[in-house]
């Protein structure tokens, strides 16, 4: 069978929005270019400069509503537009105190009242803001999406999943069997290392905001909570949609 990428997503602002990609350059021992580079603190937050634990930041599994955000950067002007469906679009930029208080106005809807505050837009030195502190890249397989699907009984959307790189053409929950082998991906070549454990984000709708299916309900019906891979460029270059997937 042959596999190849159907899908490249980066996710500038960590759990706030997401952004589809024909092609993208990974670099090895690097996160995706501009993957997780920002996110959103709140009141309670204990940041030191560096890579943090996602409880500092917003995140979907608090608020499902900010899972329909979806996002476009332009690094060239260095501005971020976000937009979602019961919202006016806006546009940022990330790194400017003007353009952290227009997006927590923004926020105000969309995040609970009876959480902690959001306060400021967070960049780490020298790190991205990804759930785990490794140079990691999520890769799930459509495989396994469709298989999970059909236990739940509707079409579920990647987007749930907020993964990189998603692939075609594989068995069905066949990339929990790839840990330490290696994926020759367009022209890089990457390391896989861990399963990627799921929480409550992926209950929510991504085109609504709004929680509907027991994602992690079902995935604990098979014994787990796993749902796709991460893993580490070994070898940097180039991937782009329909590129081929090997396994080495």
């Keep these: 069978m042959t596999s190849s990428v ?21 670099s090895a021992g690097k996160w995706m270019p501009f993957d997780r580079k920002w996110a ?5 937050s204990k940041l030191d400069g560096g890579w943090s634990k996602k409880a500092n930041f917003l995140r979907g599994v608090a608020s499902p509503s900010l899972m329909a955000v979806e996002a476009k950067l332009d690094t060239a002007a260095k ?9 006016d679009s806006i546009t940022i930029a990330p790194d400017t105190p003007e353009g952290a208080k227009k997006l927590i106005d923004w926020l105000h809807d969309l995040w609970p009242i009876d ?18 502190p490794d140079p990691w890249i999520a890769i799930n397989t ?3 999406l469709k298989s999970l699907s059909n236990r739940v009984g509707s ?14 053409g594989t068995a069905a929950w066949e990339e929990a069997s790839w840990i330490g082998k290696t ?3 367009g022209a890089a070549t990457l390391e896989v290392k861990a399963q990627i454990t799921r929480c409550k984000a992926t209950m929510a709708n991504p085109d609504t905001g709004l929680r509907d299916v027991d994602v992690l309900g079902t995935l604990n019906d098979l014994g787990h909570q796993e749902f796709g891979v991460y893993a580490q460029v070994v070898h940097s ?12």
Excluded: C, M
Aim: charged share 20%; proline share 7%.
């Design 6 to 26: 159907t899908q490249i997503l980066r996710h500038p602002l960590k759990s706030i929005g997401r952004e589809a990609l024909t092609e993208a350059e990974f």
């Design 40 to 44: 959103v603190a709140h009141e309670r």
């Design 79 to 87: 501005t971020l537009t976000l937009s979602h469906p019961t919202q």
């Design 115 to 132: 959480l902690p505050s959001p306060t400021q837009i967070y960049r780490a030195k020298n790190a991205h803001l990804t759930d785990v």
């Design 142 to 144: 459509t495989a396994s």
């Design 155 to 168: 079409v579920l959307s990647p987007h749930r999943f907020r993964g990189n790189i998603w692939i075609d």
């Design 183 to 185: 994926l020759q991906i």
């Design 237 to 248: 270059g180039r991937i782009a949609l329909k590129d081929p997937v090997e396994i080495l």
